[in-house]
């Protein structure tokens, strides 16, 4: 049993390391437009033209966002040792 559990553990790490990653607001996105797509599936072309357009904005906030956080340069992250 637990090289069961330790294999479900490890299998779990992965896909949430693979699904999430660094940004899980972009996984949010995604589920949260499937959930409208599949609410909307009966209405004709609105599903149609959701999902392109969301993934476009997950895509162009998720990219802004990352070169909004940079890391500082090399010279602000150590300070001079004292003399």
């Keep these: 049993m637990t090289r069961l559990r330790g294999w479900l553990v490890t299998f779990g790490r992965f896909w949430w390391d693979f699904l999430v990653g660094d940004t899980p607001e972009v996984t949010v996105g995604v589920l949260a437009v499937l959930a409208i797509t599949f609410a909307l599936r009966h209405d004709g072309a609105a599903p149609d033209v959701l999902v392109p357009v969301a993934v476009a904005v997950l895509l ?7 070169t909004r956080r940079r890391p ?12």
């Design 72 to 83: 500082a340069p090399p010279a602000e992250r150590h300070p001079p040792p004292p003399a």
């Design 60 to 66: 162009a906030g998720s990219a802004w966002r990352a």
